[in-house]
Nanobody, 117 residues
Framework: QVQLVESGGGLVQAGGSLRLSCAAS????????MGWYRQAPGKQRELVAR???????NYADSVKGRFTISRDNAKKTVYLQMNSLKPEDTAVYYC???????????WGQGTLVTVSS
């Protein structure tokens, strides 16, 4: 069973930076599209960024130019570099592995990012 373990969350002041990491175990990682979602209190979970197996990234409009998603297939790890953080970026961030053929999607347990003003 595939497991995704996020790390790197924490408390940061507005304008600061954080890098989230998500390590996958027991995954054919290089073939999967990976993503980062977030859920703020009282709001629905939303897509932040995703990266295809070929390395193409897509971003929510709200984070374009500030966040960068990347992957290291040898380490089976996907990253989210978050710069110029804003209080509205405060949320639990979840790593996501998209469904691939008969293999179901997988979610990490989430890591909390808090941006203070």
């Amino acid at each position: 069973q595939v497991q995704l373990v996020e790390s790197g969350g924490g408390l940061v002041q507005a304008g600061g930076s954080l890098r989230l990491s998500c390590a996958a175990s027991r995954s054919i990682f290089s073939l999967n599209t990976m993503g980062w979602y977030r859920q703020a209190p009282g709001k629905q979970r939303e897509l932040v960024a995703r990266i295809t197996s070929g390395g193409t990234g897509n971003y929510a409009d709200s984070v374009k130019g500030r966040f960068t998603i990347s992957r290291d297939n040898a380490k089976k790890t996907v990253y989210l570099q978050m710069n110029s953080l804003k209080p509205e970026d405060t949320a639990v961030y979840y790593c996501h592995q998209e469904r691939l053929g008969v293999r179901p999607e997988v979610w990490g347990q989430g890591t909390l990012v808090t941006v203070s003003s």
